[in-house]
């Protein structure tokens, strides 16, 4: 709901605020006050193409900004927070600049975000009824939604029953297509494959093998090399033929440091160290002429590993960088050749789940394109009757629920992509369903029934589409509503029960109306005046929210152009007292 909107440099609108509230809100004053800037306002609040010449004279910028509890919004709430904007104490602020040279800028929860995604948040949140606004009911998409709403809950579980079909029918002949497309590919492939897992069975490699192997053809290769240098290794460290050694070297020095360990105790420490150190050598010796026996020279062994390697690099050549990879592939591969080796059992198991999917899909529209028309009679004799006691006595709103049928010869059989056979038609159908919804209006006895946006003048529109909301009240999702002169045309009788319908309107949302007939203004909750005021050179409005008495004069002075005139203020407090009861908050 809409708390408060604050208007900077709009039109003649210098700065005013305008505090909202729950219930019906009317904004009056004279002709040429600026009552229009407060929808235009709106309408910039609401994504609208910024107009620079609707930037007051001698300022740079226009500013507007509305700010909205967010409630039971909360759809709304995580899409400013997606949008980067901040929820404060369950309150978003929206606003919008429009520069005098034309430039705008948009904010939601204090981020700045293109005009365009404010225009996506915001539209959820108001429906703006003018004479020359782009209405929300007149799009044939806002127009079946409006009528599966009224509909109720029978309507709305047969909505979500044939969109899940249909989610699930698209998804199963899009990969009908792509598997049908695709079989001669996925023939080579199966091919590729086959020869592939052929190679690498032939060779039955084993994990890690080719790290083993290439470490065995290292030492192989250089047999004689190693063995010269253990056995020289080992000389050096344990001499067979007397001669100096690393061994003999350390035990001398233990033997020196040993005798003169009863001189001091540090010298017996380091005789210890080297006793440790002698066996250390006599094991590294012993291991060393253990390693140096076991270097042998193998040719046939070296040309068998050669061989094995040169194997494994083909394979590595083509499917991995090591044997590991190669192995890893040729299990991936396994599991896609079997996939593939099952495509013609693939597709026909596509093709019948796309069969049953369509029979489902087809009883599911019916059902819904029947309930769509049952409800469309309803609502077209609920609407009929409003427009009636607005002025409109000869109107006859008709709701048009229509399917396009497809020429069996062209529709052939249930292909991918194509009509759905709903009973012995074939038909065209959307995730919407196999319905074309639109309201058509007669205005006058003996016209023919007309699409909304052709079918009515400004004045006729606007009170069609209060016929619409009070009929579909309850089942909105919009919380507040906004109508400019919906009472255009309009007098006497036909005035009152405009200004009763809104009311009963507001029972279930917020409404704003901007309005010239104190009829309808007599049913408000808040009333609030637009007023000019004069500095010399410079016109401004301001926004006043009205109290009893000054209400009182503001009826006076629309019912008779006098503000004080005794019988206008009679008429006045007679107005109030008839609409009293009726006001949505009492």
Request: proline content about 3%.
């Amino acid at each position: 709901m809409l708390e408060e909107i604050r208007i900077g440099s709009l039109g003649v609108i210098d700065s005013s605020t305008l505090e909202l509230g729950p219930g019906l809100t009317v904004i009056t004053g004279e002709t040429g006050a600026g009552k229009t800037m407060i929808v235009t306002a709106l309408g910039l609040l609401l994504g609208g193409r910024a107009d620079s010449g609707a930037v007051r004279s001698g300022a740079k910028t226009a500013r507007v900004e509305g700010v909205v509890r967010v409630g039971d919004l909360a759809a709304f709430a995580a899409a400013v927070e997606e949008a980067g904007g901040e929820v404060e104490d369950d309150r978003v602020v929206l606003a919008r600049n429009v520069s005098s040279e034309g430039r705008s800028r948009a904010f939601v929860g204090g981020a700045a975000v293109p005009v365009s995604s404010l225009a996506e948040l915001a539209e959820p949140l108001v429906a703006v009824h003018g004479q020359s606004d782009q209405h929300r009911l007149l799009q044939q998409r806002a127009q079946r939604d409006a009528l599966d709403r009224f509909g109720g809950a029978k309507t709305a579980k047969l909505v979500a029953a044939y969109g899940d079909l249909f989610r699930r029918l698209e998804a199963t002949e899009r990969e009908l297509e792509e598997v049908v497309a695709t079989a001669r590919e996925r023939a080579r492939e199966a091919d590729l494959l086959r020869f592939g897992l052929g190679e690498i069975e032939a060779v039955s490699p084993e994990p890690g093998e080719d790290a083993t192997l290439a470490a065995e053809e290292t030492r192989l290769g250089f047999a004689d090399t190693l063995r010269t240098a253990a056995e020289q290794a080992r000389e050096a460290l344990s001499s067979d033929q007397d001669n100096p050694d690393a061994l003999a070297t350390t035990s001398a020095a233990r033997t020196l440091l040993d005798g003169v360990r009863e001189h001091d105790s540090e010298a017996g420490e380091l005789a210890d160290r080297l006793a440790e150190i002698t066996y250390l050598l006599s094991d590294v010796a012993a291991d060393v002429a253990s390693y140096a026996s076991r270097v042998d020279t193998d040719p046939a062994r070296l040309a068998t590993v050669s061989e094995r390697r040169a194997a494994l690099t083909a394979l590595t050549r083509k499917y991995g960088d090591t044997i590991d990879e190669v192995l890893a592939w040729s299990e991936q591969s396994a599991r896609r050749l079997l996939d593939l080796d099952n495509t013609d059992e693939r597709i026909e198991q596509l093709r019948a789940e796309q069969q049953q999917l369509r029979t489902e899909l087809a009883h599911a529209a019916d059902a819904l394109s029947t309930a769509r028309s049952t409800s469309a009679k309803k609502l077209a004799q609920q609407v009929s009757a409003e427009l009636t006691l607005l002025a409109m006595p000869h109107a006859q709103l008709t709701i048009s629920v229509v399917q396009h049928e497809v020429p069996a010869a062209e529709a052939g059989s249930a292909t991918a992509r194509g009509p759905l056979k709903v009973g012995q038609r074939w038909l065209r159908f959307a995730p919407s369903g196999i319905d074309e919804v639109e309201f058509l209006l007669a205005a006058n006895t003996g016209s023919d029934p007309r699409p909304l946006n052709k079918g009515a003048s400004g004045g006729e529109l606007s009170r069609v589409m209060l016929a619409l909301e009070v009929a579909l009240a309850g089942t909105s999702p919009v919380p507040t509503f906004v109508f400019d002169e919906v009472d255009a045309g309009v007098g006497g009788a036909a005035a009152v029960e405009v200004g009763r319908r809104l009311a009963q309107l507001a029972r279930n949302a917020q409404v704003l109306v901007v309005t010239h007939l104190p009829q309808v203004a007599a049913y408000a909750d808040r009333h609030v005046v637009v007023e000019k005021s004069h500095d010399g050179t410079v016109t401004s409005s301001g926004l006043t929210v009205l109290d009893p008495e000054a209400r009182e004069r503001e009826l006076s002075r629309m019912l008779a152009g006098l503000a004080d005139s005794d019988t206008a203020l009679a008429h006045a407090r007679e107005l109030l007292d008839v609409a009293q009861p009726a006001r949505a908050l009492g």
